[in-house]
Structures are given as C-alpha cells and as structure tokens.
C-alpha cells in the first residue's frame, strides 16, 4: 500500500479545512470499515485520509429535536440500535440491524460513512430514505440539506462532493406510520441482498392514507417505486389490490440481472415481498 498520512481534526471548520474539493484522494474516514476494504483491495490509494473520530456535536448522538430525530454522522450503527429515542420513533431501524453485518461491523461503521459510500446494497439508506430523512451536508460554500432520497446519483456516486462532509441526518417524527424492511438473500444470509424493500405506511382505519415504497439492492440507487404507491394510497388492502400493486412495482423498477438473480426472479421477489411487507405493516 503506498504511504499516507492521516490526520486527527478537534472541530468540524479543521476537519472541512483538511479537505480538498479539487483531490479526491484526499477523504474523510468515519468507521473505516469501507475504506479500508477499498484500500486493501488496492481500488483506493489515498493522499490525505482526515479521520472524523475526535469531532462532538452536531456530529454524534441521536437527539430529539420536537418534529425530527437529529443522528450525528459518527454516531455508529450500534449506537442506533440500541437507541430507546430510534427504538421509540423508528423501529424499523433497529429491527434492520439484526441482519446487517455483524457487530464488530456495526461497533465502528456510521451514520454517515454508510450513507457517503453510495453502495446501493446496503440496508439503512433506502429505509432513511422511505421515512422521508435528509442529510446536513458541510462544506466549503456552507451547509445544506438534502432528502436521503435525492442524495444518490448512481452506483457509488452520491451528492457529497470531495471536500465536503455529512454532518447529521434529520428524521421527520411520522406518527401513525408504520414501516417495515424486507431484506432478501439468495446465497448465504451474511451475502449482500438480491433485494431489498421498505414500505412505510400510514392506515386510516383500514385504507391507506399514504405509502411509500423505496427498492434497493436490485438497482444502482434506492429507488421509489411511485405507481405501486398510486395503486395502493386511499385503498383498503387486500389480494387483488397488493398483487395489482407487485404487478405495478416489477413493471416501473429498473431492475439488473446480476449472480443474485435475473430480473424475472427479482420480479417475483419484489411482488411477494410487497405482499408480505403490507401484511406485516397492516396488522399494526
Ligand atoms: C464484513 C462486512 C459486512 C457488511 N455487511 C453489511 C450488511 O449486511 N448490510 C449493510 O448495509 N452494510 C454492510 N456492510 C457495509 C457497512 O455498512 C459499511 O462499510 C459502513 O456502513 C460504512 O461506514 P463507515 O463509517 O465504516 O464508512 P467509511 O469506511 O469510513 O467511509 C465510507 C465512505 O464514506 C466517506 N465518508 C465517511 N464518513 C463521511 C462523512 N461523515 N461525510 C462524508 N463522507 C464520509 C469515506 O470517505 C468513504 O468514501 C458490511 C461491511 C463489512 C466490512
């Protein structure tokens, strides 16, 4: 591995002045646990890593902030899963981590290294991005806000730009709604997801008053699946509505064949999934 240097910033005005917007070899670390599999596998050569691990508020913690849930980027995903605030506001965060890498992973990786690396398997974006979250992102022209759902451009390519960093993440407080995550391996369990699906929901005694569905895994970016919604929204749910609604999903999601499946397979696992998740949400 050719030589680097790394460096220890105190605040977040030292850690963005570090950056560089113009080398992109120069990079933040937050857990590490992605970069350095990138390193070793001689795909990243890096100049200037700037390690996040000494910076405070706004960047670690889970706070209550009235109508949002503030998650600081360093904050890990251990720390979120056991979180009474997330257990409270957003189980289906918690009930996510029972699958996601293991906990040596989870004791390190962080909010914000997970959502940065732009992997589209991954498990907690697109459930950020179906509970409505946005991303604090810092940088050289100020912060801004981005919705997780906006925040992808493609396979490993997100919003953040070099020299900028996210700082937090934003979660709206949704009383009423109800989500779940359906995760599906094809290989072995530990495999990455040949799919992914989160639907979250809002009953209105039995009709539901408003959805969203987001797709991961099967395509480069988490992916809304807005006419599946459409069929589903004022609706009361029941066989012919939520296979209506697999039919819908399978025919607007651009999914890939990959050695997880073809897109036919993918198709049938989305419509069964969308069934089962709707079944499990719906009974509240
Ligand atoms: C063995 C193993 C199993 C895994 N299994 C799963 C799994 O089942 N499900 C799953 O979802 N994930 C899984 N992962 C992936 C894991 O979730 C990610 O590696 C992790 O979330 C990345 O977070 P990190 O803090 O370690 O990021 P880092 O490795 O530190 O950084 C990743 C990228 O984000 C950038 N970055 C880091 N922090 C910031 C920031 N605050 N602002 C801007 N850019 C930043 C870095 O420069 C880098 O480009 C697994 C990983 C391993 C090693």
């Known amino acids: 591995m050719a030589g680097f240097t790394i460096e220890y910033p105190g605040t977040l005005a030292e850690a963005l002045s570090l950056l560089d917007p113009d080398d992109p070899s120069v990079r933040p670390v937050g857990g590490g646990t992605a970069l350095m599999l ?11 890593l700037v390690s996040l691990s000494r ?19 360093m904050a890990t995903l251990s720390q979120l899963e056991h979180s009474p605030l997330i257990a409270a506001e957003f189980p289906v965060v918690c009930a996510a981590m029972a699958t996601l890498a293991n906990v040596r992973v989870r004791n390190v990786a962080t909010v914000g290294g997970n959502l940065a690396h732009g992997d589209p398997h991954l498990d907690l974006p697109p459930i950020w991005a179906a509970l409505g979250a946005e991303a604090i992102i810092d940088g050289p022209s100020g912060p801004r806000h981005v919705k997780v759902a906006d925040l992808f451009h493609g396979y490993y390519e997100t919003d953040v730009a070099d020299g900028e960093l996210i700082t937090e993440i934003r979660v709206p407080r949704r009383p009423g709604w109800r989500a779940t995550y359906r995760k599906v391996t094809t290989r072995a369990i530990h495999d990455w997801p040949a799919l992914g699906v989160t639907l979250a929901a809002r009953f209105d005694d039995d009709r539901i008053a408003d959805i969203r569905i987001v797709l991961s895994a099967a395509v480069d970016i988490p992916q809304r699946l807005t006419g599946a919604e459409e069929v589903l929204r004022g609706q009361r ?3 012919a509505l939520l296979a209506r ?7 607007e999601a651009p999914m890939e064949h990959d050695s997880r499946g073809s897109v036919d397979y993918k198709a049938h696992l989305l419509k069964v999934h969308i069934l089962r998740g709707m079944n499990e949400i719906g009974k509240g």
């Open 38 to 48: 990138m390193m070793k596998s001689q795909l990243f050569h890096p100049k200037r």
């Open 55 to 73: 910076l405070k508020d706004p960047m670690t913690g889970c706070r209550d902030d009235g109508d949002h849930i503030r998650i600081g980027a």
């Open 237 to 239: 749910p029941d066989a």
């Open 245 to 251: 609604a697999g039919d819908a999903a399978a025919a």
